[in-house]
């Protein structure tokens, strides 16, 4: 039993903890009382502690695969018997067999919504959600990379991750939180960009017949030519593709996939007797030359031909897809093989057909209302 004294000599705030001088000695009552409350915390400390040892198994023979223990003895046994009116899986399983990659691709697509808005950090706006599902993608690397970094050199693949981790030891700048931020770098860069470039594809060239067959001759006649069937592309051939470069360029001119490049002006800059004062922030864009008539004649047209009549120079001044200046795309080259090398595999491997979809819109980035809607099939 104890009671508050206000204690002068520390401070008028402070208090100190006696006992009161009329409670000084013990009453049986309340050793009993003592007794009982010593038992309590006793018994609550070991629940508490059963309860941690069961949500968290240890495995001496390796990692236990991560989930949930749910509940002592009952586990997730309610939550998996609740029904559910559809065919399709159950909500309990679904949620579980989800992937992580399938949950990062879901909030990167989430996250990407909120770059192009109002940012007010409101629960319900689009900033909000974009601000919560990037520290949610953050917490699925971290997770992987905790996960890479405890497996077993076998379950090692040799990717990016792997390379990363290996390079902790020797590159002492190299944390985890900076390979996670990497990571998320790479995937916010590479993400959006190189799918919206091959949708827009999809859609000119269903649109193009003529476009597509060319196309399909060019890949044609490098697997005609090529000596071992049992080769994969090569960076020869790829140099070789002088229509697939064609039909990517005319591609990537009309999806201005990045609305502008943000650059902010070092020292007062006088542009047609106008001044953009040292400070500001100016927005580059890039379609106000890829768009324009008096260098791209009819400029929404979709015409891969108009590239063999465009002289170096034209290109280098009025084309920059991949950005200009000191900082351009790290992604530039392996972006336009990557798609090279889609194209190769679609035409040689596939027939496809556009079943519906494909219309785009800007607000300012590049989508597409519905999607686009492809039927393939295999070649034999
Ligand atoms: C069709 C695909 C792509 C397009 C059109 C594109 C476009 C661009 C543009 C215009 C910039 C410059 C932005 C600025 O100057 O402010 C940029 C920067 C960047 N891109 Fe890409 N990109 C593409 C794919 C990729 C890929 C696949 C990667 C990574 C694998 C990537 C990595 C980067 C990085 C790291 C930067 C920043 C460079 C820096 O600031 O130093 N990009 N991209």
Known sequence: MAWIKPSTELSNKSFLLLPHPSKAKWSDRDKGYEKVGTKFALLTIWITHWMYKWRNPRCKNGILPPGSMGFPLIGETIELIIPSYSLDLQPFIKKRIQSSSGKITEKFNTFLEGLMCLPLNIPGTKYHRCLKDKDEIIKLLKDSLKERHASTAEARKGDFLDHAINDINTHKFLSEDLIVHLMFGALFASFESIATALTLAFKFLSDHPSALQELTAEHEVLLKNRKNMDTSLTWDEYKSMTFTSQVINETLRLGNLMPGWLRKALKDVQVNGYTIPAGW?????????????????????????????????????????????MRQCAGADYSKVFMAAFFHVLVTKYRWTKVKGGDVFRNPILGFGEAIHINFSRIA
């Open 281 to 325: 922030t100016i927005m580059v864009v890039p379609a106000a030359l890829q768009l324009n008539p008096n260098t791209f004649e009819d400029p929404l047209a979709f015409n891969p031909w108009r590239w063999k009549d465009l002289g170096p120079d034209v290109i280098s001044n009025n084309f920059m897809p991949f950005g200009g200046g």
